[in-house]
């Protein structure tokens, strides 16, 4: 009896051993995904949606995601690691033409991922033909709107007999000089910040331009650059320069530097990209009444549409190809329009799929999100070639940030930016002789005029 109890107590010590066994046969190999980014605003959304996908879904995929946010030197961390083959599945692209990264094999288009018929379909109606694309190929998603208009202290404007916000960049640079006068030394009414020219260049600048003279920088109905239509603005930037009426220091000014003044009443007026919206009313506890308006166009009469860039999230990389059915699983996971409404709706980033828009049933209770999310007046389009030109020189985001920290002459400014135009198309010239292909940047019937 006792020999029967004991092969009783044998047999069922090995079934145990062998059931364990074969569970953890069973179980999927766990593989990590990486995503890289420099995205701090999304870093506790996604971090929270993460840790519940690693939890379940990831576990019985065999899945593990491993999210990791870089600082101001992230481009140079990713650029040196794609180099090394060491980059991770995912990553966020910094700039805006991916020719070069798809070309060097540091870039995976959707379609060498099996199984992302779907995933095409379903973003195909809304994909940005040469910004996601390349080559008839798709490289990432149009998620985000970047919209620009224009930011404002209401109760400053209002005891300054301003009951309105300006119109035009004539009405601005008035109404900066009362604000300026007014103000004894303390309170200016034009903020800039150029610390970052390269960044400030273009969205704080250039593409403010677009709504006076319909581009920010290159026309895509003629296919080339046209600076020299800046002129009249950069001459109204001089005259606030000699009227006093820029806040101070703004060469080396950041946004959160500016923001601080604008916070504590000290500047009156200043450009504005969609994302300052989140920073402004999370991040600053703003004194005075504040508000954002439409763009200011030279010639009220002959007004453009702003602009308004289409943004993507994330792109796949290499090291996706070997394990690209996971890494396919993962993109998905990180557009998916569950996590796609958290961010909209807790007004990190204005999300322009359609069926994200019509879920929406609890908008952000932010100063100015909505006024920013009216995109009535704004037009989008793809970012100019800039990424296909070898430049000489100087970009027109430092020359235009170079013309308002000095003192120029309406014929000095004129010279600089014809300089430019001919810089920008001698490039352009060459990068279509070498057979760069235009078809996404040229469109004879281009027209952001508003009436």
Not at 37 to 52: C, F, P
Not at 136 to 165: H, M, Q, R, W
Not at 192 to 199: E, K, R, T, Y
């Amino acid at each position: 009896m006792k020999k029967l109890w004991k092969m009783l107590i044998l047999a069922t010590l090995v079934l145990t051993l062998l059931t364990g066994v074969f569970s953890a046969l069973a179980q999927p190999q766990v593989q990590q995904v990486r995503i890289w980014t420099n995205d701090a605003t999304l870093e506790d959304l996604y971090n929270a949606a993460i840790a519940e996908y690693n939890a379940t879904t990831g576990k019985e995929k065999g899945i593990e995601i491993v999210y990791q946010v870089f600082g101001g030197d992230y481009h140079d961390v990713l650029m040196v690691a794609l180099a090394a083959d060491q980059g991770p599945e995912i990553y966020k692209f910094v700039g805006t033409v991916k020719d070069s990264f798809a070309d060097s094999g540091w870039m995976v288009a959707l379609e060498d991922l099996p199984g992302s018929e779907a995933l095409l379909e379903k973003w195909g109606p809304v994909i940005v033909p040469g910004y996601n694309t390349y080559k008839d190929k798709t490289y990432s998603l149009p998620v985000k709107a970047l919209n620009t208009k224009f930011i404002y202290n209401k109760t400053l404007l209002e005891s300054n007999g301003f009951n309105e916000p300006p119109q035009t960049w004539a009405e601005l640079t008035d109404m900066a000089k009362v604000i300026t006068d007014n103000g004894d030394g303390d309170v200016f009414g034009y903020g800039l910040h150029l610390q970052n020219a390269g960044s400030s260049g273009k969205w704080y600048l250039a593409t403010q331009f677009a709504a006076s003279v319909g581009h920010m920088g290159f026309d895509f109905a003629t296919g080339e650059y046209r600076f020299r239509d800046f002129a009249p603005i950069l001459e109204q930037f001089q005259q606030m320069r000699k009227d006093g009426s820029l806040f101070p220091g703004f060469e080396a000014l950041s946004f959160d530097g500016l923001a601080a003044h604008f916070a504590a009443g000290r500047v009156a007026i200043m450009g504005g990209v969609g994302w300052d919206v989140s920073t402004l009313n999370r991040s600053f506890e703003i004194q005075d009444e504040w508000g954002v308006f439409q763009t200011p166009v030279l010639d009220e009469s002959n007004p453009y549409k702003a602009y308004s860039q289409i943004g993507d999230l994330l792109c796949v990389g290499p090291a996706a190809l070997e394990m690209p059915e996971k890494a396919l699983e993962v993109f998905e996971f990180a557009h998916s329009d569950e996590l796609l409404l958290q961010m909209h709706q807790q007004g990190l980033e204005f999300v322009g799929l359609e069926s994200v828009q019509q879920a929406v049933t609890d908008p952000p209770d932010l100063v100015g999100w909505k006024e920013f999310a009216d995109t009535s007046k704004n037009y989008f389009t793809m970012t100019p070639p800039d990424g296909l030109l070898t430049l000489e020189g100087k970009t027109y985001q430092n020359v235009l940030c170079d013309a308002i920290t000095v003192d120029l002459t309406s014929e000095e400014i004129l010279e600089i930016l014809t300089d430019m135009d001919e810089r920008y198309n001698a490039a352009l010239a060459i990068a279509i002789a070498e057979g760069a292909d235009m078809s996404s940047f040229i469109n004879p019937e281009w027209d952001t005029r508003l009436n």
